[in-house]
């Protein structure tokens, strides 16, 4: 792994968090807003907002599994703190 990969460095300061961890957080931040978007138009009736919301009910359980896995393997930290390079 290169300096540059530290995901988004300017000015000396990167992100403790590694690439992979925030692109997973991201898109399951998204599918979590997606799901309330859902939620508030399922009242206005239509059975595609309760499609679509199993739909991205599925890929929230695999966001959140890939999160747990990062966590496990200990992927979720760019590096341990004090490290340089």
């Known amino acids: ?9 300017s000015g000396g300061v990167g992100s403790p968090i590694s690439n992979e961890a925030h692109n997973v957080m991201t898109a399951l931040q998204a599918k979590l807003e997606g799901l309330e978007a859902y939620r508030k138009y399922q009242q206005s009736g239509g059975r595609i907002w309760q499609q679509l919301s199993d739909m991205d009910n599925q890929a929230v359980q695999i966001l959140t599994e890939e999160l747990e896995r990062l966590v496990r393997e200990g992927q979720l930290r760019l590096r341990a703190p004090g490290q340089t390079g």
């Open 1 to 9: 792994m290169t300096s540059t990969q530290s995901g988004g460095q």
